[in-house]
């Protein structure tokens, strides 16, 4: 007996665009019955064929990495059959396109509880896309409890990697070569800390902005939070002379300038810029642009800033602009005010054509918050956190990215047991693409984190 309505499954993986190297979209099928059949063929090779008492379907992560690579390419049908009172009910079929394009085997990102009152429980933890193995790399339950963030990579590199701790440990790590070192980037000169690193693609240098930063809690509006700052600059280190230099983009200090962003061929810097706030500011009239800064990084000279977006003119603010490594692409997060698009539910994602700077609305883009997002090495897979989900606890969804920059209908990161998001309340934070380990051991991490910081020195540009 066939039913003319598709039947739901959870999560929603029907037409969706996937890497033929991804691990199984487990799911659950939310229709009462007895028993549950499923059929997954392509138009190549064997089907795939699984039976469930209770609408859930775990794959088998060697049929269904064999039926991907055998139709990388082409798509894969779905066809799924509920009993139900002795009787089998056929529902419409559905379909995945799986791409020839690799998405980077790892992903990384940062586990923490959705709220802002404790530092409990934090990690930033390495999760392989082609299975469901997960593995901490940094747990904050080994250095005192003290917050771990901002992770970065260079080019998707774990020879080159960061984060940043905050507390009586603090400090900027560096992993080179598999050895950690503890870097005070802190220093009389600079009135802020260095924070929201990227990586210069040579190695040789990590732009970071210099915040600080208030929280407003609210009491009456539907949103808790809003983080702001009173001040921001941008400061680039480098890393083999261990010295800290101020972007020199605002020298008499109209501006807060935040979220740099290199281009691939490391000749542009990127940023978002906003006018200096007032002493009675209001947080909601804070709208940032963005903005680009030519670089010579042979001499280390900054030409003048231009405009790239006006987003204020549209009444609007952009946040974490992230350029693709062929250089097509930038994309962003724009919303109302501000520039902590996290907290803010009507932050969405749009995308710029780098030669014509022309703007356009992603696809990929819910009722929800859309943010921190992230490109794979090949430039054809867009990572991003969403709050569709509950609007409260931020999940990685996955977008292929066409050569004209069009985002396709997302999928959530695919977990072993499909109703994992049901019931996992923390929030995932800051996804970035990776193609190589991180492997430090809690001892390593302990030993560096209870060492004195070598001291960065302040230079002049």
Known sequence: MKNGEPVKIYPDYTE??????????????????????????GEKGEALT???????????????????????????????????????????????????????????????????ESWTEISIVKRSLE?????????NNVVGQNCVNCHAFNNQNADDFMFHMRGNLGGTYFVENGDLQKINLKIKEM???????RWHPSGKYVAFSSNKVVQQFHSMENKKIEVSDLNSSLVMYDVDKNEIMQVPVDPVKKYMDTYPEWSPDGRFLYFCRAAQIAENYDYRDIKYDLYRVAFDPVQQKFSEPEMVFDAAALGKSVSFPRVSPDGNVLIFTLHDYGCFSIWHKEADLYSMDMKSLQVEKCGNNSDFT????????????????????DGLSARPYISFVDENG???????????????YRDFVKTFNIPEFAKTD?????????????????????TKN
């Open 406 to 420: 069009v985002t396709s209908k997302p999928f959530v990161l695919p977990q072993e047991d499909p109703g994992f």
């Open 438 to 458: 991180v492997d430090l051991t809690p001892g390593e991490i302990r030993r560096a984190a209870n060492q004195e910081g070598v001291q960065a020195k302040w």
């Open 50 to 116: 699984v039976s469930s008492r209770d609408g859930e379907f775990r794959l088998s992560e060697k049929k269904w990495h064999k039926l991907l690579a055998e139709n990388a390419g082409a798509r894969i049908r779905y066809q799924i059959f509920v009993e139900k009172d002795g009787k089998w009910i056929e529902y419409p079929a559905f379909n995945n396109t799986v791409s020839d394009e690799k998405v980077d085997p790892f992903l990384y990102y940062r586990l923490l509880y959705p709220g802002y």
């Open 191 to 197: 009135q802020n800390g260095a924070v929201y690193p």
């Open 16 to 41: 969706v665009t996937i890497p033929f190297n991804i691990a199984p979209l487990n799911f659950l099928v939310e229709a009462e019955g007895d028993a549950y059949y499923l059929f997954i063929s």
């Open 131 to 139: 299975s469901f193995k997960e593995k901490a790399v940094i747990e």
């Open 370 to 389: 859309e943010s921190y997002h992230s490109w794979s090495t090949n430039s054809k897979w867009l990572v991003f956190s969403s709050k569709r989900g």
